[in-house]
């Protein structure tokens, strides 16, 4: 059963049976059938086909981010942005796939060799709920300009999200099943991995699910790509502009309340200059409001879930009892819905719950270094290597320290993002693998050697 929950109100808005083993099997050769055909169609036909599927996104901008609003807590004003950037990922592949799989001759033996990039086939795509539209086309849209088609298994939060998006597809008159919503319960994945027609999978979500669905597809010898959420540093100096480093860190810990992969959630802070930007921090968090989702002035929503919300307070709480300090927030609100308030711990050090474990939502917590030394370090010292940011005005220091850092991208005196045009990804628990720019549209192509006599 797929439960939607209103986390402004805790209160049920559907459930709805998930597909049973012959709807699942009947889904996915849905989109088994319709690969052939899509992979024989012209890329720039594909190319058509996405740039349409862009244009219905934003005609329904309103309803799907009212759609978010309500199933996961997204302030408006943030899932409008969403929509316009998941059409953006798509247009950008529709203006570049061509570029990015042409043919890459290269010398031998041979009267001419070169390297081909066709599709796999269908993949399974298994979705978290915190950006329902994003992380959805930041899979699609890459895999389908390539050739692919597209099984959906969003995650069963969002329901209403992930039928959605199948339906823009069909008023985009895009090509009958070259993207499939699959509603199943969590318990079905194995069968949808292990079912012979999906070619590979793309999966976003906690390490523990990472896991799994790594030795599952293994064990079937099937590629994967992995994001595995983290645990990003951000990394202030002293010689840093601290307004410009406050505002963003601010930003990057808050938005979407906290509930971000690549959110800067340990700020790792040079002596010098600590107690300066602890008080920076704390008035910029003081003046975020907190409240519904549907209002424009509202900067923080709910957690999507309660279990989620009582994991961030007990890992908050246990932190507090390890010797952090909490400026702001830190209590659960008493009141309907799933809120947890904006909150700053500071003093918080590498034995601590906020430092050793990812905090999924509006919890920022800041650590002292003596130095930029102590700062990689520390940076450093984490299971994850999804994101990392440095400020400081050494342009030669933060480009030195940013190879030194353990991530899958730097930011230097800016926010940590994902951007079309650009390769997204982790290593150690963060996962692997890459998505989006020219690298993420190759992850799911055979990279295909041709030699001519």
Same mark, same amino acid.
């Given at each position: 059963?797929?439960i939607?929950?209103n986390? /402004?109100?805790g209160?049920?808005i559907?459930?709805?049976?998930?597909?049973?083993?012959v709807?699942?099997h009947e889904?996915?050769g849905d989109?088994?059938?319709?690969?052939d055909?899509w992979q024989a169609?012209?890329i720039? #036909?594909?190319? #058509?086909?996405l740039?349409?599927? &862009?244009t219905?996104l934003?005609?329904?901008k309103?309803?799907l981010?009212?759609?978010?609003c309500?199933?996961?807590?997204k302030?408006?004003?943030?899932?409008?942005?969403?929509?316009?950037?998941?059409?953006?990922c798509?247009?950008? %592949?529709?203006?570049?796939a061509a570029?990015? !799989?042409?043919p890459q001759?290269?010398p031998s033996?041979?009267s001419i060799s070169?390297?081909?990039?066709?599709p796999?086939g269908t993949?399974?795509g298994?979705?978290?709920?915190n950006a329902?539209?994003?992380?959805? +086309?930041? %899979?699609?849209a890459p895999?389908?300009?390539?050739?692919n088609?597209?099984v959906?298994?969003?995650?069963?939060n969002v329901?209403?999200? &992930?039928?959605a998006?199948a339906k823009?597809?069909k008023d985009?008159?895009?090509?009958?099943?070259?993207?499939v919503?699959?509603?199943?319960?969590n318990d079905a994945?194995?069968?949808a991995?292990?079912?012979p027609?999906?070619?590979a999978?793309? +999966?976003?979500g906690?390490?523990?699910?990472?896991r *799994?669905?790594?030795a599952?597809?293994?064990?079937?010898?099937?590629p994967?790509? !992995?994001e595995l =959420?983290?645990s990003?540093?951000c990394i202030?100096?002293?010689d840093a502009d601290?307004?410009a480093?406050?505002?963003t860190?601010?930003?990057?810990?808050?938005i979407?309340?906290?509930?971000?992969?690549i959110?800067? *959630?340990?700020?790792i802070?040079?002596?010098?200059?600590?107690?300066?930007?602890?008080?920076?921090l704390?008035?910029?968090m003081?003046?975020l409001?907190?409240?519904?989702?549907m209002h424009d002035d509202?900067d923080i929503?709910p957690i999507?879930?309660?279990d !989620?919300?009582?994991n !961030?307070h007990?890992?908050?709480? #246990?932190?507090?009892?390890?010797?952090? *300090? /909490?400026?702001l927030? =830190?209590e659960m609100?008493?009141?309907?819905g799933f809120f947890y308030?904006p909150?700053l711990?500071?003093?918080?050090t590498?034995n601590?719950?906020?430092f050793?474990e990812?905090?999924?939502g509006?919890?920022?917590?800041?650590?002292?270094?003596?130095?930029?030394e102590?700062?990689?370090?520390?940076a450093?010292?984490?299971?994850?290597?999804?994101g990392?940011?440095?400020?400081?005005?050494?342009a030669?220091?933060?480009a030195k320290?940013a190879?030194?850092? #353990?991530?899958?991208q730097?930011?230097?005196?800016g926010?940590v *993002?994902?951007d079309s045009r650009?390769?997204?990804?982790?290593?150690?628990?963060?996962g692997?693998?890459r998505?989006l720019g020219?690298h993420?549209?190759?992850? +799911?192509?055979?990279t295909?050697?041709?030699w001519?006599?």
């Amino acid at each position: 059963m797929l439960i939607a929950t209103n986390p /402004c109100t805790g209160k049920i808005i559907a459930e709805t049976p998930g597909l049973n083993s012959v709807q699942l099997h009947e889904r996915i050769g849905d989109a088994f059938r319709a690969a052939d055909s899509w992979q024989a169609t012209a890329i720039a #036909e594909r190319a #058509e086909v996405l740039r349409a599927v &862009a244009t219905e996104l934003r005609a329904q901008k309103n309803h799907l981010a009212k759609l978010m609003c309500a199933e996961m807590g997204k302030p408006m004003k943030e899932g409008l942005a969403e929509v316009e950037k998941s059409a953006g990922c798509a247009d950008y %592949y529709a203006e570049h796939a061509a570029e990015y !799989l042409a043919p890459q001759t290269l010398p031998s033996d041979a009267s001419i060799s070169y390297i081909c990039h066709p599709p796999l086939g269908t993949l399974l795509g298994i979705l978290p709920w915190n950006a329902p539209l994003w992380l959805a +086309f930041r %899979y699609m849209a890459p895999a389908l300009m390539a050739g692919n088609t597209c099984v959906m298994k969003h995650d069963p939060n969002v329901p209403a999200c &992930a039928e959605a998006i199948a339906k823009v597809f069909k008023d985009a008159g895009a090509p009958a099943n070259i993207m499939v919503n699959l509603p199943i319960d969590n318990d079905a994945i194995e069968t949808a991995i292990r079912d012979p027609r999906i070619a590979a999978v793309s +999966f976003t979500g906690s390490g523990t699910a990472g896991r *799994k669905v790594a030795a599952i597809a293994g064990s079937e010898i099937k590629p994967t790509v !992995l994001e595995l =959420g983290g645990s990003d540093p951000c990394i202030v100096l002293a010689d840093a502009d601290l307004n410009a480093a406050a505002d963003t860190a601010v930003l990057s810990r808050m938005i979407n309340a906290g509930q971000s992969c690549i959110a800067a *959630k340990r700020i790792i802070v040079e002596n010098s200059i600590y107690d300066e930007f602890v008080t920076m921090l704390k008035t910029r968090m003081a003046k975020l409001k907190m409240g519904d989702p549907m209002h424009d002035d509202t900067d923080i929503g709910p957690i999507a879930r309660d279990d !989620l919300r009582q994991n !961030l307070h007990r890992q908050v709480t #246990e932190s507090i009892e390890a010797g952090a *300090k /909490c400026l702001l927030g =830190g209590e659960m609100p008493n009141s309907p819905g799933f809120f947890y308030p904006p909150t700053l711990l500071t003093d918080v050090t590498e034995n601590m719950c906020a430092f050793r474990e990812e905090t999924f939502g509006p919890v920022m917590a800041v650590i002292r270094a003596a130095d930029i030394e102590e700062a990689i370090q520390l940076a450093n010292e984490t299971p994850y290597g999804l994101g990392a940011a440095i400020w400081s005005g050494n342009a030669e220091l933060a480009a030195k320290t940013a190879e030194r850092l #353990e991530a899958g991208q730097v930011a230097i005196n800016g926010i940590v *993002k994902t951007d079309s045009r650009l390769p997204s990804g982790g290593i150690k628990g963060s996962g692997y693998g890459r998505e989006l720019g020219p690298h993420g549209i190759k992850e +799911f192509v055979n990279t295909k050697q041709v030699w001519v006599k």
